[in-house]
């Protein structure tokens, strides 16, 4: 009866220590690669032989099944190419809470940026995102936003020398949630909020020839409009309000010319 016990034991301790093994194994392959994965990324939009191998490279990042938190920086990758941006995704492990990603000018657009959204870690809780010298605008951020998952906490977006309004370039760096809020707002009140923002920046900038609100208000407007799906708006209704928004500009810069 002991002898057995002592053989239980010791199997156990071996079972023990083979998973702890395989723990470090595991942990220490996805560090290491991670070393160069950006590098992979931007070799494989170069040359078509390095894609049969990202596939491996992605599950073995991705097979760090212990880390909560990742810094990962992938700017430079071209992520106008589908398969290097899924393969890019395809390598974040699936138990993060905290996410870090930089994806500064990799060519994401109105249209690759929010499927982004679903791809990320279920139980992710943080998340700050740097699109900068992307060519998104105002409608690609709103989609984006609203396909992040309701148990998202706080989502932060980076957006400089981008397609994005200075209205919502400057929501933006208020704060983790502001962003969030803003696109559970009406059409109406989110033309609103960064009809503010514009009025309080062109106030900052020069104070005696701020435009007029209602002029900041109108433009908002006619902006928000621009931002309407294709779908939604008939052709000769968005060429009028490009007319109206050019028209606009030109009175507010006149008006900035020849102060009261």
């Not at 109105?110 to 992710?124: E, H, K, T, V």
């Not at 900041?216 to 309407?228: G, I, M």
């Not at 490009?242 to 009175?251: I, N, V």
Request: aromatic fraction near 4%; charge should be neutral; proline fraction near 5%.
């Amino acid at each position: 009866m002991a002898e057995s016990e002592d053989e239980a034991s010791r199997l156990t301790y071996i079972h023990d220590e083979t998973e702890g093994m395989q723990k470090m194994t595991r942990r220490l392959r996805s560090f290491l690669l991670l070393l160069f994965w950006q590098n992979i990324l931007v070799q494989a939009a170069r040359d078509k032989d390095y894609m049969h191998v990202l596939g491996d490279v992605a599950k073995a990042i991705q097979g760090d099944w212990w880390r909560k938190s990742l810094r990962l920086s992938l700017a430079g990758c071209d992520f106008s190419n589908e398969e290097v941006l899924a393969m890019g995704l395809q390598s974040l492990p699936k138990s993060l809470e905290i996410l870090k990603l930089d994806l500064q000018f990799t060519g994401l657009d109105d249209i690759s940026l929010p499927p982004l959204a679903q791809q990320f870690p279920p139980c992710l809780q943080s998340l700050t995102l740097d699109i900068s010298g992307c060519h998104v605008t105002d409608r690609g951020v709103l989609a984006f936003l609203k396909k992040l998952s309701p148990d998202l906490s706080e989502a932060t977006i980076k957006m400089q020398h981008s397609n994005v309004s200075k209205g919502l370039l400057a929501l933006s760096r208020d704060g983790p949630n502001a962003l969030q809020k803003w696109a559970l707002l009406s059409h109406q009140e989110r033309a609103e909020a960064l009809a503010a923002k514009l009025e309080i920046i062109e106030r900052k900038k020069n104070p005696s020839v701020a435009p007029n609100p209602s002029h900041v208000n109108k433009k908002a407007a006619l902006e928000s409009l621009l931002n309407l799906a294709p779908s939604k708006i008939a052709a000769n209704v968005l060429e009028q309000v490009k007319a109206d928004l050019a028209a606009l500009e030109k009175s507010i810069e006149k008006s900035r010319e020849n102060p009261p």
